[in-house]
């Protein structure tokens, strides 16, 4: 890694050059990263909507499978609390659960602790749709990491990690995550 000759030019290296060129004062190495991040979501987000739509999945219903998943044994939350974790009203959170519900994603059951109240349940289908969704879109991934090898890869973890740590410092967590709720990572 250390001796290792610079990676081989990209399309932001060739904006980078525009950018000197026209905005002299630029910081043209905090611009590289935050171009080559923004570029990366890009792919992988586009490479996620295609796993999905193969499933006939949106990426609202992904979430929520993965939230219920998130939860632990039984499977099982209110649907406010799914409505904070996806940080969605609880008017969008029904339609996303009634869809999920008629697809047999997921089943709504009474609340055993107060008879007004519903949970939400994770089926076995919505259990395996998730899990292949999950496994299909590793593996794409994977490709994507195979540029790097296992030690490039803890380091830039580490360094990413930072530099979420220093955005979250400087403009607060997302407003899900303030709520003092741990909210799942799918």
């Known amino acids: 890694m250390g001796g290792e000759p610079a990676s081989e030019r990209d399309d932001v290296d060739r904006k980078l050059e525009v950018w000197a060129r026209e905005l002299p004062t630029l910081d043209l190495l905090t611009e590289g990263i935050v171009e080559r991040i923004q570029t990366i979501e890009k792919y992988l987000a586009r490479s996620m909507n295609e796993t999905l739509s193969r499933y006939d999945l949106s990426w609202g219903e992904w979430k929520a499978l993965g939230a219920l998943r998130y939860s632990g044994p039984p499977y099982r939350v209110s649907p406010g609390r799914l409505s904070r ?3 969605l009203s609880s008017g969008a959170m029904t339609n996303r659960l009634d ?30 749709l998730w899990e292949e969704t999950v496994a299909v879109q590793a593996e794409k991934e994977a490709l994507v990491a195979s540029a790097l090898d296992e030690d490039e890869k ?5 360094l990413l990690r930072r530099l979420l740590n220093a955005c979250v410092a400087e403009h607060g967590a997302p407003r899900k995550e303030r709520s003092g709720e741990a909210a799942p990572a799918a």
């Open 154 to 158: 803890r380091v830039l973890n580490d």
């Open 99 to 128: 869809r999920m519900e008629r697809a047999g994603l997921i089943r709504r059951l009474p609340d055993p602790s107060d008879r007004r109240a519903l949970q939400i349940e994770l089926t076995e289908q919505g259990w395996k």
């Open 85 to 87: 974790w996806l940080d």
